[in-house]
């Protein structure tokens, strides 16, 4: 028996270190071919390598940063949403809702987090992009029919929970003692929340927040339908982007040779995600368990 | 004026009626000036030995009657009908879960924190009922401190800590008046001689009785005129917990204390009234020294000899 879990246990360890190890071999060849400087610093992503070596671009060029700086755009759209309703629905559900709205709000607001992404996906193209455009279109502006606002807006719809449920976890968790000591001295309820409650469940908020970026980061349905493929090298919203997540997803899908730096890229791509995202997340369970000691 | 200067050193039924009814029309509207001015006529025009009997006891600051408390459906308390004389420290003892914590923590409706918690009769502060209609628990709250059971320093420096009630009631026009606000308050609560050196110290890097004495400095900085105190020294050990009990001593003469104890000899110690609770029943109460030696109930008699609770 004891045998049977041990190798349960073995069994995951083994997969994500084989995982890891593959991500870095395979990075490893890409830099043999593309140098880490041009992957790191070249501003152009145009991987499209021709198909006989003797054709016009027979070398992509395998620039990061335009989809770097897609993906931070759209988790920042993500974030800019998630943040402020996600917050003030933890706190509204944590010091004003009665038990009774408790019991529905909250699991009802984590069923966000249920709903898979590829429905999330087509909510964003039929429904979201179509009205950002024309919302633009009569607005004057010109709104591409694949945004980073569209993906961002509905990436943040998908991450309030992450938000919501932990900053809700955290204000929770700050002991009665201090809000009753707030209040005996004549805080009103929402003195007593800004000045001691969030303050003292900042770090757990703080945690949810990362963990929301993280998810953001490494979302990639959401953006492969709704994001676009071109790697513009753009700050506007309201042009097409594209991310880390849906590169990769292009460079591996189709039949591909296993050796050209079209598909090594993708697990260079990978590696870079997967560091990201293991900081963020690093950081973020830090901050938790720091604040979680405070307390108890 | 405000209703307590109204109210003159008699018991209630000797007011003109007039008089009664202007204070309870009168909302709990003070200034801060006008408190200090308070407390200072107050702490001097009360300085007569604790009696025996309960209608010669000084001028009654709060006054509960028929009090009855349910949470949910079971009652915590019934008719509780006592008297807290002013610049007096009031005890509640009794056995865990005889309703002494709840009763206090009607005096200044933090019971209102909690959704199941319903409060039949009357509760009066002066001559004015504290949760009638017209009464802003938030100025109640400033007027009725309360110092909690374990010490519950605020996760902020321990200037802040002390800080947080007069910046939030707008008690310190300039940055100089909150410092000596801070001060005074450190230093009547005896702490100031120990963290001066390190007011910007997290408060919660004090010692237990350090953090407890540091709550009482953040009740006192509001200026309140009545201390409620909720097993104040529970979470202390003997020395920290004499070194809270000379305090309240002290303070007694600047303030009207109500204190829950569970340990009897703390009452007979600091307490000059005594109410001795048993199953959310008030079964007796009067001075320390008659209820101690001579005690009216066998409820009260079993429990000051230590046979039950």
Redesign the interface.
């Known amino acids: 028996m004891v045998a049977a879990l041990f190798t349960g246990s073995l069994v995951a360890i083994l997969v994500t270190v084989g995982i890891v190890l593959s991500l870095v071999f395979e990075t490893f060849r890409f830099l043999q071919i593309v140098p880490l400087t041009e992957f790191l610093f070249n501003p152009q992503w145009s991987p499209q390598t021709a198909i006989r070596t003797d054709q016009v671009g027979a070398s992509g060029v395998f620039g990061a940063i335009p989809l770097i700086t897609g993906t931070l755009l759209i988790s920042a759209i993500a974030l800019a949403v998630a943040a402020p309703i996600g917050l003030f629905s933890a706190i509204y559900l944590a010091e004003y809702a009665n038990s009774k709205t408790r019991a529905v709000v909250k699991p009802t607001l984590e069923l966000l987090a249920g709903i898979p992404t590829v429905v999330y996906g087509f909510f964003a193209v039929l429904i979201i992009a179509p009205l950002l455009r024309d919302g633009g279109a009569w607005a004057g502006l010109s709104v591409s029919s694949e945004s980073a606002l569209a993906a961002g807006l509905v990436m943040g719809i998908m991450t309030i929970p992450f938000v919501s449920s932990t900053a809700d976890d955290a204000l929770i968790a700050v002991p009665l003692s201090l809000k009753e000591g707030a209040l005996a001295l004549g805080s009103t309820r929402s003195e007593a929340i800004r000045q001691i409650i969030i303050p003292a469940a900042l770090p757990g908020i703080t945690g949810g927040l990362l963990l929301a970026a993280s998810r953001a980061i490494g979302e990639t349905m959401i953006v492969v339908m709704a994001a676009g493929l071109a790697a513009n090298l753009t700050l506007n919203p309201l042009e097409a982007v594209t991310t880390v997540t849906v590169q990769i997803v292009t460079l591996l899908t189709g039949d591909q040779e296993f050796d050209s730096a079209k598909t090594l890229a993708a697990f260079a791509l990978g590696l870079l995600l997967f560091i990201v995202t293991l900081i963020l997340n690093v950081i973020a369970q830090h901050i938790v368990k720091k604040y979680r000691e405070q307390y108890d | 004026m405000d209703c307590m200067t109204m109210t003159p050193t008699k018991p209630l039924s000797e007011l003109p009626l007039a008089a009664l009814q202007f204070a309870q029309q009168k909302p709990f509207v003070l200034q801060s000036t006008e408190r200090e001015a308070d407390m200072t006529t107050d702490s001097v025009s009360s300085r007569s030995p604790a009696p025996v009997e309960v209608t010669s006891v000084g001028r009654i600051r709060m006054q509960t009657s028929d009090l009855n408390v349910h949470y949910g459906d079971t009652q915590a308390l019934h008719d509780i009908s006592l008297e807290i004389p002013e610049n007096q420290v009031t005890a509640l003892i009794g056995p865990s879960g005889c309703g002494k914590s709840t009763y206090l923590r009607c005096l200044?409706r933090?019971n209102d924190?909690i959704?199941s918690c319903r409060v039949e009769g009357s509760v009066k502060l002066d001559d004015a009922d504290i949760y009638g209609p017209e009464v802003d628990v938030?100025?109640?709250?400033?007027r009725i401190?309360?110092v909690?059971q374990?010490p519950?320093p605020?996760?902020?420096s321990i200037y802040d800590n002390v800080a947080?009630?007069p910046r939030?009631?707008g008690l310190a026009d300039s940055r100089e008046e909150l410092d000596s606000i801070v001060m005074e308050s450190l230093e009547q609560a005896r702490l100031f001689d120990e963290v001066k050196d390190r007011l910007q110290a997290p408060g919660t890097s004090l010692s237990g009785g350090q953090q407890q004495r540091l709550?009482i400095a953040?009740?006192i900085a509001?200026k309140p005129e009545i201390i409620l105190m909720d097993e104040p020294c529970s979470a202390l050990d003997p020395i920290a917990t004499s070194g809270i009990e000379a305090l309240i001593d002290d303070l007694k003469d600047a303030y009207t204390i109500v204190m829950v104890t569970h340990s009897m000899q703390q009452a007979a110690r600091v307490s000059q009234r005594t109410a001795y609770f048993h199953m959310g029943q008030l079964v007796e109460t009067g001075s320390t020294d008659k209820v101690f030696s001579d005690p009216r109930d066998p409820r009260t008699r079993d429990y000051i000899s230590g046979r039950i609770g």
């Open positions: 200044n933090m924190v959704d938030v100025e109640l709250r400033a401190g309360m909690f374990k519950n605020f996760p902020k947080y009630g939030i009631h709550c953040r009740a509001v």
